[in-house]
């Protein structure tokens, strides 16, 4: 089985490349759902979360407030810090544990990841794909739907730089042009590696 790293800053356009291999029938591991998985039901984790950052961190009903988190870690680059290294492991684990179980029926797999330059989970992947595109843009796009202009620049601060994306890349898909040029590209790479997962 053929793994695919596929990387980039937020708002880079990774989920809209992920997606049409998703649905292509191409399965994809999003990092962040398992970071989300693993702070709901592992409770190592949790009990590590409350003691390092208080019970505050929890909702009314007793659960993760992942908002609440990502706010505090975002603005203070040690507290991000040891959220990761108190989640990383447990992270690493569950997605070993995907990869294991998609190898049997697959030979094609992507994990999506936007620090994917700082994890452990790059020794898993045979290619890394990096999406890149102008900050402004990146930006532009996402203060149209998804977060303020300080969330934006607070979780951009804390992802890798373009160099370290570089550094670690087979491919990199500069996505400074329109939608349908991306699924273009999407579609390139999928005819790829589908040939290259079939050797």
Same mark, same amino acid.
């Given at each position: 089985?053929?793994? @695919?790293?596929?990387?980039?800053?937020?708002?880079?356009? /990774?989920?809209?490349?992920?997606?049409?291999?998703?649905?292509?029938?191409?399965?994809?591991?999003?990092?962040?759902?398992?970071?989300?998985?693993?702070?709901?039901?592992?409770?190592?984790?949790?009990?590590? @979360? @409350?003691?390092?950052?208080?019970?505050?961190?929890?909702?009314? $009903?007793? /659960?993760?407030?992942?908002?609440?988190?990502?706010?505090?870690?975002?603005?203070?680059?040690?507290?991000?810090? /040891?959220?990761?290294?108190?989640?990383?492991?447990?992270?690493?684990?569950?997605?070993?544990? /995907?990869?294991?179980?998609?190898?049997?029926?697959?030979?094609?797999?992507? @994990?999506e990841s936007a620090i994917l330059p700082k994890t452990q989970l790059i020794k898993y992947c045979d290619f890394i794909i990096?999406?890149?595109?102008?900050?402004?843009?990146?930006?532009?796009?996402?203060?149209?739907?998804?977060?303020?202009?300080? $969330? &934006?620049?607070?979780?951009?601060?804390?992802?890798?730089?373009?160099?370290?994306?570089?550094?670690?890349?087979?491919?990199?898909?500069?996505?400074?042009?329109? &939608?349908?040029? &991306?699924?273009?590209?999407?579609?390139?790479?999928? $005819?790829?590696?589908?040939?290259?997962?079939?050797?």
């Amino acid at each position: 089985m053929i793994i @695919i790293g596929v990387t980039g800053g937020i708002g880079s356009g /990774k989920t809209t490349f992920c997606n049409y291999f998703s649905k292509l029938g191409i399965p994809v591991i999003i990092a962040d759902e398992v970071g989300h998985f693993v702070l709901a039901n592992n409770y190592n984790v949790r009990f590590q @979360i @409350i003691r390092y950052f208080g019970a505050s961190v929890l909702t009314p $009903e007793n /659960k993760i407030n992942k908002n609440y988190l990502a706010d505090i870690v975002f603005k203070n680059k040690l507290k991000l810090k /040891k959220l990761n290294e108190i989640v990383h492991s447990a992270v690493i684990h569950q997605v070993r544990k /995907k990869i294991k179980s998609l190898s049997l029926t697959n030979k094609l797999v992507l @994990i999506e990841s936007a620090i994917l330059p700082k994890t452990q989970l790059i020794k898993y992947c045979d290619f890394i794909i990096s999406i890149m595109l102008d900050k402004n843009i990146r930006f532009e796009r996402k203060l149209k739907n998804q977060f303020s202009k300080e $969330e &934006l620049i607070n979780r951009s601060k804390n992802q890798p730089k373009d160099s370290e994306y570089e550094q670690i890349s087979d491919f990199i898909i500069i996505n400074n042009k329109s &939608l349908k040029d &991306l699924k273009n590209i999407s579609k390139f790479y999928f $005819e790829l590696f589908k040939k290259i997962a079939k050797n």
